[in-house]
């Protein structure tokens, strides 16, 4: 049994509100769930950020050049990084982190075949904490920079104070030549916003319920997952989408040793999803000790790429 990961499941549930991190979606299951929602029509997110990707692609393999490692922190599957790898003729090295291992080492294998002739180093680790990879680039003496590539939304789960904290750990990870490519959504409607996160194929849904099976499956609780209901909506105060998890009636569900109870109605807080207009976010980055290179835009301004620089 992950010690850690139930002390955080017993610690987030004994609060008040009921809440979980967000980051322990991210099992085998949860991986390829979300896999599934970034298919989904009603998640804009994905095929916004590609046809970004793909429009700025040259401008991006420029940066990636015979010197420079990619970094990939909270790396998935291939689409995204791969129209980055496609367009660096003479990049070294590609290293993918990730906290799901086995997910981790199929993508990282997939990309080895695709890319046969980059060298690719898997690291298993928790990109919101401090990672070193100094002994890793031991054995690639030429490589000079380092470039992290952070794709998708996942900026958004962190509130800005932890953003910022998340941002400073990059810039500890990059060292002092390098940059970052990041994606980070904007402000938008409110009725995309909430359907982007609450899908009309049920995919997110299953995602969010996913973690209570985890629970179930890894540290011995007992959540029906039928007597709880995915729920998404858009704080307006605090520019972010939340998701929840609502008890549909009273009910205790024993966790290991511990009984959680709930009222009829109450929420487990799952995740943000925080949305920043440029201004902010340059102003967050700023105060990490990043400055904004450059940033690209969609025509519909539903998403930014930003590059960082140290």
Not at 4 to 32: M, Q, W
Not at 101 to 128: K, M, S, Y
Not at 243 to 260: W, Y
Not at 298 to 307: G, N
Request: charged share 20%.
């Amino acid at each position: 049994m992950d010690k850690i990961f139930l002390h955080d499941v017993l610690a987030g549930l004994n609060a008040s509100p009921k809440t979980l991190p967000c980051k322990y979606f991210y099992d085998r299951r949860g991986s390829e769930l979300f896999e599934k929602i970034c298919a989904c029509d009603d998640y804009y997110v994905t095929r916004t950020e590609m046809a970004l990707l793909q429009e700025i692609a040259p401008q991006l393999g420029a940066l990636l050049d015979a010197n420079t490692a990619l970094i990939e922190p909270g790396a998935g599957g291939l689409k995204k990084v791969s129209i980055l790898l496609q367009a660096a003729k003479q990049l070294p090295l590609y290293a993918p982190l990730d906290i799901s291992g086995d997910f981790l080492h199929e993508a990282a294998a997939n990309i080895a075949r695709h890319f046969p002739n980059l060298q690719t180093q898997a690291i298993v680790g928790d990109f919101t904490k401090q990672i070193d990879i100094d002994a890793l680039l031991l054995a690639y003496p030429h490589i000079t920079h380092r470039l992290i590539f952070f794709p998708g939304s996942t900026f958004g789960n962190f509130d800005p104070i932890q953003g910022q904290e998340f941002l400073q750990n990059m810039r500890h990870l990059i060292g002092n030549k390098g940059g970052m490519i990041i994606g980070v959504d904007a402000v938008k409607p409110v009725h995309i916003l909430e359907r982007a996160y609450d899908d009309s194929e049920g995919v997110t849904a299953a995602f969010n319920k996913n973690l209570l099976k985890r629970i179930n499956d890894e540290l011995g609780g007992d959540f029906n997952l039928s007597n709880f209901k995915h729920r998404a909506v858009f704080n307006q105060q605090h520019s972010r989408i939340e998701m929840h998890l609502d008890s549909m009636q009273a009910q205790n569900v024993p966790i290991g040793e511990q009984t959680i109870a709930f009222d009829a109605g109450e929420s487990i807080h799952t995740e943000n999803s925080y949305k920043y207009d440029v201004p902010h976010f340059t102003n967050i980055a700023g105060q990490a000790g990043f400055t904004i290179k450059q940033y690209w835009q969609d025509s519909k301004q539903y998403f930014t790429i930003f590059h960082l620089m140290v």
